[in-house]
């Protein structure tokens, strides 16, 4: 008899602990709240391509390259001048529509290279053209010299399109006459922390 109770304890204090770990369990999923992330970039060179892979891989987020409907051309100099003729009129050149639907997240990273000290064309398209309401919108961009105006418009057209602007980044690369990269000047550290930033708020 005194076996048959002592079993009967046994069981009861098992229970009693096991009810408390799925407490306390429970207690931890309801505290963290993920966002669901997009990174969209648009790249030529591949200096914004590079960061926005690397964030992606880090966060484990979904990612995709902007498209242009009409291909930019292949020579150096004549992608510098219709650039320059694009940013200087404020020209949104026609995209492709991504294969993601913004709708479906909470969190959209935007990447774009620095043309004549503004965004590329396809990403300023990209910001128009989007709805933005009740979701976040992390700006980062690459430039080989003076940033320009690129963050400031960029916040100004997703914030207009109802975005939330957080923790907004510039990223300085080190590039050649012809465009090139030669590899990122801002510490690689930096990245690091931004990163590690963004997984916070994520999980916040």
Wanted: hydrophobic share 35%; proline share 4%.
């Amino acid at each position: 008899m005194k076996r048959f109770f002592s079993l009967i304890m046994m069981v009861a204090a098992f229970a009693v602990v096991m009810s408390a770990c799925t407490n306390k369990a429970s207690d931890g999923q309801n505290n963290t709240t993920t966002q669901k992330t997009l990174v969209v970039y648009y790249s030529r060179s591949g200096n914004t391509e590079g960061i926005a892979k690397q964030v992606a891989q880090s966060l484990g987020d979904d990612i995709e390259l902007i498209e242009v409907a009409e291909a930019y051309p292949t020579d150096y100099k004549a992608l510098e001048k219709l650039a320059q003729e694009e940013t200087e009129n404020n020209v949104q050149r026609p995209i492709k529509p991504l294969k993601h639907q913004v709708k479906d997240y909470d969190r959209i990273i935007v990447g774009t290279p620095t043309w004549w000290y503004k965004m590329a064309s396809p990403v300023l398209t990209f910001l128009s053209t989007t709805d933005f309401n009740g979701k976040t919108v992390v700006p980062f961009m690459t430039n080989a010299g003076w940033p320009g105006t690129v963050i400031k418009d960029m916040a100004a057209i997703s914030g207009k399109n109802g975005a939330k602007v957080v923790n907004a980044k510039e990223f300085k690369f080190n590039t050649s006459n012809d465009g090139s990269q030669h590899g990122m000047a801002t510490p690689e550290s930096e990245l690091t922390d931004w990163i590690n930033g963004l997984r916070t708020a994520d999980n916040k």
